[in-house]
């Protein structure tokens, strides 16, 4: 058995290095693009991560897409965290979850608004048309949508003295504020027809909000608002708002509603989406027309 020794030259050496460390710079140029194209995914995404809707006790994400420049429409997505993925439908009727907009963006909020400990997806956006609500819910196997409409308002309660749950949808239609009241039954929303007149959750005072953010000349008094309020919100668009929270003291309607309430303000003739918190406080009851008052404005956003 013969030895071969193989001698390796340096100019050999220094060629190979070169040839390995070009394959290293390949590598990492290679890795960096698809890393930009990723990022670049992503940002064309926004994803809420942090909502378990299934019921199962993880996390799932819902994605909303808003890259369909063709038919200018949002598209949301459950991902699971069994690996399932659920496309949300929206209403035939709109056939739209949204169109894509700087200034009226979508708004998606978690909420277990039937107290069943089941947390449904509430899809606040809106088209050419107008506002659009859908709510869904996870129900056998799939996210159905339980409601949804041309609605400007969204909330729930919980009605003393049974605790009675009450879903609220909301239009506003010109100066009025129409309400709907529904129940749940089963994992349906149903109609409630025995709301008392009383409740009316200080629509009359939002509507002066509103009125005042709308209209180019509307004071605040003649609102009945104080002047520190009328300083913080802007004069523009009214968009939609939620009913946030309500609390009761000795009647069976709420003694204080606080509301979120997205806007458009005009400045420099291009508009700007902002978020405000307003709180109404009942002043007077009666079993008819109960009178709430415009306690407190914060701008969030």
């Known amino acids: 058995m013969k030895l071969k020794i193989y001698v390796v030259k340096k100019n050999q050496i220094i ?18 693009l698809n890393k930009s194209q990723t990022m670049k995914t992503i940002d064309s995404v926004k994803t809420f991560n942090s909502a378990d809707v299934d019921n199962d006790g993880k996390s799932d994400s819902i994605v909303i897409n808003k890259t369909d420049e063709e038919n200018q429409k949002y598209s949301v997505s459950v991902y699971s965290s069994s690996g399932k993925i659920y496309d949300l439908q929206p209403d035939i009727s709109i056939n739209s979850l949204g169109t894509p907009s700087d200034w009226w963006p979508i708004n998606l909020i978690v909420k277990d608004i039937d107290k069943d400990n089941t947390k449904e997806i509430i899809i606040q956006s809106s088209d050419s048309n107008g506002p659009i609500l859908h ?36 239009l506003k239609s010109n100066d009025k504020l129409n309400l709907t009241y529904l129940t749940p039954k089963g994992n349906r929303l149903v109609p409630y027809t025995d709301a008392p007149a009383s409740l009316t959750l200080g629509k009359d005072a939002l509507l002066d909000v509103i009125s005042y953010i709308e209209k180019s000349d509307t004071e605040a008094f003649s609102i009945n608002m104080d002047s520190k309020f009328a300083s913080i919100l802007p004069k523009g668009i009214f968009l939609d708002c939620s009913l946030e929270d309500t609390k009761f003291s000795s009647y069976n309607i709420p003694s204080e509603c606080t509301y979120i309430i997205r806007t ?38």
């Open 135 to 170: 709510i869904f819910k996870y129900i056998n196997n799939s996210m159905e949508r339980i409601a949804s409409g041309r609605y400007s308002f969204v909330g729930n309660i919980s009605l003393p003295p049974d605790d009675q749950n009450i879903v609220v949808l909301g």
């Open 264 to 301: 458009a303000s005009l400045d420099s003739n291009s508009k700007a989406s902002e978020i405000y918190k307003v709180k109404l406080t009942l002043d007077k009851y009666n079993n008819e027309e109960p009178q709430y008052i415009i306690t407190n404005i914060n701008k969030i956003k």
């Open 15 to 32: 060629w190979a290095a070169i040839i390995i460390a070009i394959i290293i710079i390949s590598i990492i140029l290679l890795v960096n």
